[in-house]
């Protein structure tokens, strides 16, 4: 099985600032025919279910506001909200997708 | 607009089964790949089990491998999880998605209920 790594376990970071979390998963996600590399990740506030923010790593669902963004390739990834908004604070998730199990990173809580 | 809504949680003793559902609208459920994912309390997210679009393709965690199966009714834009022998690590909420992408299994999930709970406990 794959295992997604995620760090830090959480952060504080002031409005305003930036927010880097990062994702390692222990097999390359990248799909050779067409590129991709089969990485997510969602947020999840209290008490809501998941959302889907990022997909192949760096494309930002429909929606998503552009101060989140998705990079990395192979292993490595990193999602990186610029000038954190108090509505960020939340728990967010790696995924990979690439092999059934699909498994989620342990999740990373951001805070103000 | 698009909802899931699921039902059918509750308390169960260990071994017991429960049976849930996830009512859909607002997209063509026959085109999507459905999903089940778990979160016991205060954990992570876990996922359980996927079923293609047309309903011939599976896949379990295998946590829950052997005993839960995974089904749905186009007719009736529903999805089902029939879990059997619940055990308490089987404690949590459980979400239905849909995928995001038409008739793709290999895929994320772009929409999700809001969960039903189910707690196994004697």
């Known amino acids: 099985d794959i295992v997604m790594t995620q760090s830090p376990d959480s952060l504080a970071v002031s409005l305003g600032e930036r927010a880097t979390i990062n994702c390692k998963s222990s097999q390359s996600l990248l799909h050779g025919p067409n590129n991709e590399n089969y990485l997510a990740w969602y947020q999840q506030k209290p008490g809501q279910p998941p959302r889907l923010l990022i997909h192949?790593?760096?494309a930002r669902e429909s929606g998503v506001p552009d101060r989140f963004s998705g990079s990395g390739s192979g292993t490595d990834f990193t999602l990186t909200i610029n000038s954190l908004q108090a509505e960020d604070v939340a728990v967010y998730y790696c995924q990979q997708y690439y092999i059934s199990p699909k498994g989620f990173g342990g999740g990373t809580k951001v805070e103000i | 607009e698009v909802q899931l809504l699921e039902s059918g949680g509750g308390l169960v003793h260990p071994g017991g089964s429960l049976r849930l559902s996830c009512a859909a609208s607002?997209?063509?459920?026959?085109?999507?790949?459905m999903t089940w994912v778990r979160q016991a309390p205060g954990k992570g997210l876990e996922w359980v089990s996927t079923?293609?679009?047309?309903?011939?393709?599976?896949y379990f965690a295998d946590s829950v491998k052997g005993r839960f199966t995974i089904s749905r009714d186009n007719s009736k834009n529903t999805l089902y999880l029939q879990m059997n022998s619940l055990r308490s690590e089987d404690t949590a909420v459980y979400y239905c998605?849909?995928?995001?992408?038409?008739?793709?299994?290999?895929?994320?999930?772009?929409?999700w209920g809001q969960g039903t709970l189910v707690s196994v406990s004697s």
């Open positions: 192949r790593a760096s």
């Open positions: 607002g997209f063509t459920f026959n085109g999507y790949a």
């Open positions: 079923l293609s679009a047309s309903g011939g393709s599976t």
């Open positions: 998605a849909k995928g995001l992408h038409y008739g793709v299994v290999i895929d994320v999930w772009d929409k």
